[in-house]
């Protein structure tokens, strides 16, 4: 099992009034990561979007917050892929300072739809091999 990584730094436009991180941007970076993720196994927003039959929409996000972030800090960001059914796919984003200390966590589930009707419809076997791959061990 592979594993995807990202390196990010806490800037101020990510703190709020108390100069911590805002919880909402635990969501940015976890879609940022996504992006980045899909970028890597070939699928770009920019593709689904443009010349796929299909779309990948979120349909639950959930986060775990153990320890607060500041101004500069460094992360990294690991993304696994934690579960992919005949529609739907898991993603875990795991939130590490340098130390390896797991600060935080968000968790996303994805469903694969038809771009026209909107319903869901299968994974494409391309993007389940390449979901595979980062597929987290139980």
Same mark, same amino acid.
């Given at each position: 099992?592979?594993?995807?990584?990202?390196?990010?730094?806490?800037?101020?436009?990510?703190?709020?009034?108390?100069?911590?991180?805002?919880?909402?941007?635990?969501?940015?970076?976890? +879609?940022?990561?996504?992006? *980045?993720?899909? /970028?890597?196994?070939?699928?770009?927003?920019?593709?689904? !979007? @443009?010349?796929? #039959? $299909?779309?990948?929409?979120?349909?639950?996000?959930?986060?775990?917050? +153990?320890?607060?972030?500041? *101004?500069?800090? /460094?992360?990294?960001?690991?993304?696994?892929?934690?579960? !992919? @059914?005949?529609? #739907? $796919?898991?993603?875990?984003?795991?939130?590490?300072?340098?130390?390896?200390?797991?600060?935080?966590?968000?968790?996303?589930?994805?469903?694969?739809?038809?771009?026209?009707?909107?319903?869901?419809?299968?994974?494409?076997?391309?993007?389940?091999?390449?979901?595979?791959?980062?597929?987290?061990?139980?």
């Amino acid at each position: 099992m592979t594993s995807f990584k990202t390196r990010r730094v806490i800037r101020l436009k990510d703190t709020d009034a108390a100069g911590v991180i805002f919880f909402v941007n635990y969501f940015v970076f976890a +879609h940022d990561t996504y992006e *980045l993720f899909l /970028e890597e196994i070939g699928y770009s927003l920019g593709r689904i !979007i @443009g010349q796929e #039959s $299909f779309l990948l929409p979120i349909v639950r996000a959930e986060s775990d917050y +153990h320890q607060m972030l500041g *101004l500069e800090d /460094e992360i990294t960001i690991v993304l696994n892929v934690n579960r !992919i @059914g005949s529609t #739907s $796919f898991t993603l875990v984003y795991e939130y590490f300072l340098e130390n390896q200390e797991l600060v935080g966590s968000v968790k996303t589930v994805h469903v694969c739809v038809d771009k026209t009707t909107l319903k869901k419809r299968p994974i494409p076997e391309e993007l389940r091999q390449a979901l595979e791959q980062y597929e987290k061990s139980p």
